[in-house]
């Protein structure tokens, strides 16, 4: 298996559809999904040019966060969270893709180290309605995202969502279009939101044409996880 070459592959991909739906894809930002995968491969992703890498479990991440102290590297915790893995969270990610409660936006935001920059949060929405998914309803989303927004130490950026999946383009399009319509009626109630965190290996092209500003990929770069 050729990292490289998979990367350049996602890669085109992403740019095919957004040029097929007018968008710039240097607006579509490639998070490159290496949890459970060793250490060698983020470096090999990292010197074909990768910089983000998404990860779920705290362990397995803070082992290759401290084995690969690379210049412009930026890691996005995006697995579930515990209320006491908040501080560690805090302070050694940029990003965290999956927050649905206030009580752990206010412990990020208070355990981030004031030396560092505002951590950037998604709210996480449950967009199938699966009651076994993360995440906040869409009915509970403005309440949430107005308090998140007010905290010190977390910027929030935006929303993030992993539906169930569906078969064909046009299913996997809808929840996608519903996140996206939640974010401009945020932004149109006085929020100013920039990140729709959508689209895996197996739907980002439905995410792509909704409006995705990240792409969280991991199957096709590195390969199916065990
Ligand atoms: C594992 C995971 C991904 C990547 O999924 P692939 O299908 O391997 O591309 C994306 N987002 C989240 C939240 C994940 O847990």
Same mark, same amino acid.
């Given at each position: ?17 957004? =040029?097929?739906? =007018? ?18 491969? %983020?470096?090999?992703?990292? #010197?074909?040019?990768? &910089? ?9 991440? @803070? ?7 690379? +210049?412009?590297? %930026? ?5 579930? /969270?515990?209320?006491? +893995?908040? &501080?560690? /969270?805090?302070?050694? !990610?940029?990003?965290?893709?999956? %927050?649905?409660? @206030? ?7 208070? =355990?981030?180290?004031?030396?560092? +920059?505002?951590?950037?949060?998604? /709210? ?11 995440? %906040?309803? !869409? ?9 998140? $927004? ?6 929030? &950026? ?18 996608? =279009?519903?996140?996206?319509? $939640? ?6 109630? *006085? ?19 909704? *409006?995705?500003? /990240?792409?969280?990929?991991?199957? #096709?770069? !590195?390969?199916?996880?065990?």
């Amino acid at each position: 298996m050729e990292i490289a070459t998979q990367l350049q592959q996602v890669e085109r991909r992403i740019e095919a559809a957004a =040029q097929q739906h =007018q968008r710039n894809p240097t607006t579509v930002q490639l998070l490159a999904v290496s949890k459970t995968k060793p250490a060698s491969m %983020v470096q090999v992703a990292y #010197d074909a040019g990768q &910089r983000h890498f998404g990860e779920n479990y705290l362990q397995d991440a @803070l082992e290759k966060i401290e084995a690969l102290p690379l +210049k412009g590297i %930026v890691w996005h915790f995006i697995g579930a /969270i515990q209320s006491n +893995k908040t &501080r560690t /969270i805090a302070e050694n !990610f940029d990003w965290v893709h999956g %927050v649905d409660r @206030l009580k752990i936006a206010q412990r990020l935001g208070a =355990q981030r180290p004031t030396e560092q +920059k505002p951590l950037n949060i998604c /709210i996480q929405v449950n967009s199938s309605g699966e009651s076994s998914k993360a995440g %906040v309803t !869409f009915e509970e989303l403005p309440n949430l995202a107005q308090q998140i $927004a007010k905290l010190p130490g977390v910027q929030l &950026r935006g929303l993030m969502t992993l539906p169930a999946p569906a078969s064909n383009l046009q299913q996997q399009r809808r929840p996608f =279009q519903q996140l996206r319509e $939640a974010l401009e009626a945020l932004n149109q109630s *006085g929020l100013n939101l920039d990140t729709l965190s959508m689209g895996m290996s197996g739907d980002m092209e439905a995410a792509i044409a909704e *409006g995705a500003t /990240i792409v969280r990929i991991g199957t #096709d770069i !590195f390969g199916a996880r065990g």
